[in-house]
């Protein structure tokens, strides 16, 4: 996660919706037009995606949620398990709650494995999918499944071991390191940093509730055009996956963002931003 570049604006205060369930997603957007939804990655927040509600907003309406556990939505009532599936579905009621949809959604690392199978659960409440630098594996026939070296695991059970006995930033600068490139954390802004050690406590949570697998048989069920970002010094399983699912998925197309690791969308948000517009306006011109 690359964070080279200073935030354009401070986030604003955030609206919720409660969900069927009682829970409450807090969100923040910006614009008029039709619905961008983002969700985010590891670590994260609506906070991430500011460069794109402010350079995205005069051509749509921008909403970035917070999914439940992830800050300010940490107050969380027995019952409710941290899991990819139940994020799935709160995606999935948020977007009728907020009454916008279909939308055209966009989810980073962890998120674009949400919301890859948002698209599989609920294709009706699904545009257009942008996935960048999505998180999980590859399960080809006949092949072992893709996977982070044992090193990079190795170090990201150390992180929220760290974290768990109180040397958050430790914790977060191994896991940011060691899923994007060394010195990435180094290099963050403040902002970043604050949101990822707001979101520390989710880490072990998320270690303990893999990501599912992508089949090329679950990609053949993706009925909605697809929009895969991955950046160009991203570290080699997300552009394998990208590469992979580009041949996969019935509808797919791909960009990469010159110069970029895994926060491609902070680094350069000009250039991502200008990939996910593009996308849009190609596919609402077929």
């Known amino acids: 996660m690359n964070q080279s570049v200073s935030a354009s604006s401070v986030a604003p205060s955030p609206s919720f919706i409660e969900l069927q369930n009682g829970l409450r997603v807090p969100y923040i957007e910006a614009g008029h037009g039709e619905l961008l939804l983002f969700v985010h990655g590891s670590l994260c927040d609506y906070r991430y995606w500011q460069p794109q509600l402010d350079g995205l907003s005069k051509q749509y309406r921008c909403v970035a949620v917070s999914l439940s556990h992830?800050?300010?939505?940490?107050?969380?009532?027995?019952?409710?398990?941290?899991?990819?599936?139940?994020?799935?579905?709160?995606?999935?009621?948020?977007?009728?709650?907020?009454?916008?949809?279909?939308?055209?959604?966009?989810?980073?690392?962890?998120?674009?494995?949400?919301?890859?199978?948002?698209?599989?659960?609920?294709?009706?409440?699904?545009?257009?999918?942008?996935?960048?630098?999505?998180?999980?594996?590859?399960?080809?026939?006949?092949?072992?499944?893709?996977?982070?070296?044992?090193?990079?695991?190795?170090?990201?059970?150390?992180?929220?071991?760290?974290?768990?006995?109180?040397?958050?930033?430790?914790g977060?600068?191994?896991?940011?390191?060691?899923?994007?490139?060394?010195?990435?954390?180094?290099?963050?802004?403040?902002?970043?940093?604050?949101?990822?050690?707001?979101n520390a406590h989710t880490l072990a949570l998320q270690l303990q509730d893999p990501l599912p697998g992508y089949t090329q048989e679950q990609a053949a069920e993706v009925r909605c055009p697809v929009l895969l970002i991955d950046g160009e010094k991203s570290p080699d399983m997300f552009r394998r996956t990208a590469a992979t699912l580009q041949t996969w998925l019935p509808d797919a197309r791909r960009e990469t963002v010159p110069g970029a690791s895994h926060g491609m969308n902070l680094a350069h948000p000009r250039a991502f931003n200008r990939y996910v517009d593009g996308f849009i306006q190609a596919v609402s011109a077929e």
């Open 70 to 170: 992830y800050w300010p939505a940490t107050a969380i009532a027995p019952g409710h398990s941290f899991s990819w599936s139940a994020h799935t579905g709160e995606v999935a009621e948020f977007i009728d709650r907020l009454g916008a949809g279909p939308a055209h959604v966009v989810g980073h690392s962890r998120g674009g494995s949400v919301v890859f199978q948002l698209a599989l659960r609920h294709p009706e409440r699904v545009r257009t999918l942008t996935l960048a630098d999505p998180g999980g594996q590859l399960r080809i026939a006949g092949q072992p499944a893709s996977r982070f070296p044992e090193k990079v695991n190795a170090l990201r059970a150390k992180a929220a071991q760290l974290i768990e006995t109180g040397d958050v930033e430790s």
């Open 172 to 198: 977060v600068q191994l896991f940011v390191d060691s899923v994007s490139r060394p010195g990435s954390w180094a290099m963050s802004t403040p902002a970043f940093r604050t949101m990822a050690t707001d």
